[in-house]
C-alpha cells in the first residue's frame, strides 16, 4: 500500500529547531509534489509548505515564512522540513501528503480540502515549550 512515513518529531524550546523527514513506501516518490501539514489539539488540520514534483517551485503559509524551509533529499526519496525558530503555536501532529501539484498546493493554500489528497502518513509529533 502507498504511505508516507515522516519522522524527526519531538520537544523542543522556543526558539529551538527541528528537521522532519517524510520517505514513501510502496511507491515512486519523485512523480510527486510534496505538502507539509499540521494539526494543533481541537484544530483543524493546516497547511505548512508545499514541493513540487520537480523541486522547482515551493510554497509556505505566511506562519511558516523565513523559519521552514521544504527540500528534497539527494537521493529524491525524502522530502525534508526544516523547521527553526519554533514558537509555541507550531505546537502540533505534523503530516505529509503526496499527490498531483495542482492539488497540493491548493490544499496547502486551504483552497481545497486537505482530504482531496491520495497519500498520507500518519503524522509526527512537534511540541515547543514556551
Known amino acids: 500500500q502507498d504511505q508516507l512515513v515522516e519522522s524527526g518529531g519531538g520537544s523542543v524550546q522556543s526558539g529551538g529547531s527541528l528537521r522532519l523527514s517524510c520517505a514513501a513506501s510502496g511507491f515512486t516518490f519523485n512523480y510527486y509534489a510534496i505538502g507539509w501539514f499540521r494539526q494543533a489539539p481541537g484544530k483543524e488540520r493546516e497547511g505548512v509548505a508545499y514541493?513540487?514534483?520537480?523541486?522547482?517551485?515551493?510554497y509556505y503559509v505566511d506562519s511558516a515564512k523565513g523559519r521552514f524551509t521544504i527540500s528534497r533529499g539527494d537521493a529524491k526519496n525524502t522530502v525534508y522540513l526544516q523547521m527553526s525558530g519554533l514558537k509555541p503555536e507550531d505546537t502540533g501532529v505534523y503530516f505529509c501528503a503526496a499527490d498531483w501539484a495542482g492539488t497540493v498546493l491548493a490544499a496547502v493554500k486551504g483552497d481545497v480540502n486537505y482530504t482531496y489528497l491520495a497519500i498520507w502518513g500518519r503524522g509526527t509529533q512537534v511540541t515547543v515549550a514556551p
Open positions: 514541493i513540487s514534483l520537480d523541486d522547482s517551485s515551493t
